[in-house]
């Protein structure tokens, strides 16, 4: 057992409560913050960096039974709306551990559309032919190119959508570091179409359904998982009213920790009764909306 498993394992249950499942946030101030850990999803091996936090915590909650709502969300989701044999599109897909989840939970491939190279590399290093791996940043149009800020203090959050940049400066810095990278659009991607869409594109979800047109009247997703931190979710929600009319708020409830969904003003007025995370929202098909 290495030294970050020990650790993780013997801080996981007091002595006191023998059955208390902890949060792994918990742990942040005695969890290492070097080097690497590299664990299984499936028979799939993923490396996680610790030096970044958020990794550190992904890897107490691969290796034990403690909870992260900013990353149960994800799986409470997979759990309740992925089928078996899903063809699924992981729009900024980071290191590719939500595609792992995806296939967890019965999809039988997944499309990861990554903008920054070296996370597209940790995507192709899992090397699993059901994960296609698409170097380029979802947008309105493809063939040309957008100039992403890249998070410093992390490696989540880059973006080209300058008012992410001014609402969440403190991770991008004073001297903000740019890379050109290429565009692409949902509707020119040749792996579709797809039963999930998960798009995590930091601020350009206006963008990649604005080149999503004919895939959403052609060949709609079932659902839609996507965040917003700002009223464009409301944009969002009108460019794809016809063919996903129906929308919801997910959160997970504080008092027994389970996936709730409720319209956008019922969340709004019974928010404290869920942990806080990213906004996260689900758009579903007409023929899909019984949950």
Known sequence: MTIFHKLVSRFLISPEKKNEIGFCTDLDDILRDDGKVTL??????????????????????????????????????????????????????????????????????????????????????????RISVTEAALSKRSDGF???????????????????????????????????????????????????????????EIDVVNGALQSLKDCPPRVIFTEFWDERVHKFASVVSASHPVAYRAGITKDNYQLELLDMKTFEKNSEVFFPISPTYVFLREDCKEI
Not at 153 to 180: E, P
Request: overall charge negative; some cysteine.
């Open 40 to 129: 299984k999803i499936d028979g799939n091996k993923i490396t996680l960096d610790l030096s970044n936090l958020h990794e550190r915590r992904y890897a107490a909650c691969l290796s034990t039974s403690l909870r992260y709502p900013q990353y149960d969300i994800d799986n409470l989701l997979m759990a309740k709306f992925v089928r078996k044999g899903d063809r699924i599109l992981d729009g900024g897909a980071n290191i590719g551990l939500t595609a792992l989840h995806f296939l967890h939970f019965g999809a039988s491939f997944v499309e990861c559309v990554e903008a920054l190279p070296w996370l597209a590399e940790r995507i192709r290093e899992i090397d699993d032919i």
């Open 146 to 204: 957008v100039d992403i800020a890249i998070s410093k203090t992390h490696n989540q959050g880059s973006t080209y959508d300058s008012s992410v940049i001014a609402k969440f400066s403190h991770i991008f810095g004073d001297d903000i570091k740019f890379l050109t990278t290429p565009t692409i659009t949902i509707d020119s991607l040749t792996s579709g179409p797809f039963d999930i869409w998960k798009l995590d594109v930091e601020g350009a």
